[in-house]
């Protein structure tokens, strides 16, 4: 039977990894965006807290009124998957989380429920309030991309869409348990916190925040690209901009930009406290960057020039 898969206004916002991730000498994934260099723009609002089918309403991070109610038994996103898959469809649900899968594994699922709870802790203990994660688990990276409606995922290991993470099989079992669920806490970050009207770096920078936060990863490891740059006396010379993200990029250079947009977010926490972070991400996405970054003391120069001396001090 031919279902037609429902397109979606909002594009992927996709996660590339380094070897700190992986665990293998080739392990640097490509960063690659599915549609165009310009951001993609996720919904400012959280996921649902709770029961699956309760109607409570939800916190909201993001500008405007948080959509209401949680994710109903055979509603979105269980009912398409179900059209699409049939009785290859499981779902497990966790704690605070729902996960479908088509054809998996036998323990994927149950093991993606557990890293998918946790993943919710990370992000609803930066951002302030519960956070439910939705995770579709397709059978290929082909399913994977027509779920997202985007033509390819290569190098990718999972993909924010339209209030889901969804998982690309196969560069997904090649990451290490701690790479599993850095990559889950990050893109179940731009998912909850958005990223409309935001400056890539921030966008990215704080998804990459929440997720290393509490990885227990040595800022040398999880920036290695960077800090190699680094210890041959190439300091960045000011944040990376939005075609340092672009489709096509150098690996390495793509590395190091959301290295140095992490660093920067890492740097705005240490110096300011994390919930200045959180509420400067707010209010960027309200009033710009640059005007959010001014009211704080720092305008985008000042933070260049110590988040400069921030990054020879962490990884020199």
């Not at 479908?100 to 890293?115: K, M, T, W």
């Not at 994660?133 to 059978?139: D, F, S």
Request: proline share 8%; with cysteine.
């Amino acid at each position: 039977m031919s279902v037609q898969v429902r397109r979606r206004a909002v594009p992927a916002v996709l996660l590339v990894l380094t070897a700190a991730l992986t665990g293998g000498p080739d392990a640097l994934l490509a960063r690659e965006r599915a549609a165009g260099a310009q951001p993609a723009p996720v919904p400012a609002q959280w996921l649902p807290g709770g029961d699956p089918r309760s109607s409570e309403r939800p916190a909201a991070i993001g500008p405007g009124e948080p959509e209401q109610g949680g994710v109903p038994e055979e509603g979105e996103p269980v009912a398409e998957v179900r059209a699409l898959w049939g009785d290859g469809l499981d779902v497990v649900r966790g704690e605070r989380s729902l996960v479908a899968g088509h054809d998996a594994p036998p323990g994927l699922l149950e093991d993606l429920a557990r890293r998918a709870d946790t993943a919710g802790r990370r992000v609803g203990g930066v951002l302030g309030g519960p956070v439910r994660a939705v995770v579709l688990v397709p059978a290929s990276a082909a399913e994977a991309a027509g779920l997202a409606g985007v033509a390819s995922v290569d190098g990718l290991a999972a993909v924010a869409d339209d209030g889901r993470v969804i998982v690309v099989p196969e560069q997904f079992a090649r990451l290490t348990p701690v790479g599993r669920d850095v990559v889950l806490a990050h893109e179940l970050t731009h998912v909850a916190a958005g990223t409309e009207g935001l400056p890539v770096w921030l966008y990215e920078g704080f998804a990459d925040y929440v997720a290393y936060r509490d990885a227990g990863l040595p800022a040398r490891t999880a920036a290695a690209e960077l800090a190699a740059e680094v210890r041959a006396g190439r300091l960045p010379g000011g944040l990376p901009e939005a075609a340092d993200f672009a489709p096509g990029a150098d690996a390495g250079r793509l590395a190091r930009a959301y290295q140095e947009a992490w660093l920067a977010c890492r740097f705005l926490a240490a110096h300011l406290g994390e919930e200045t972070l959180v509420r400067l991400y707010r209010d960027a996405q309200t009033y710009g960057a640059d005007r959010a970054l001014a009211s704080l003391g720092l305008p985008t120069g000042t933070l260049t020039e110590r988040w400069r001396a921030y990054v020879r001090d962490q990884l020199a």
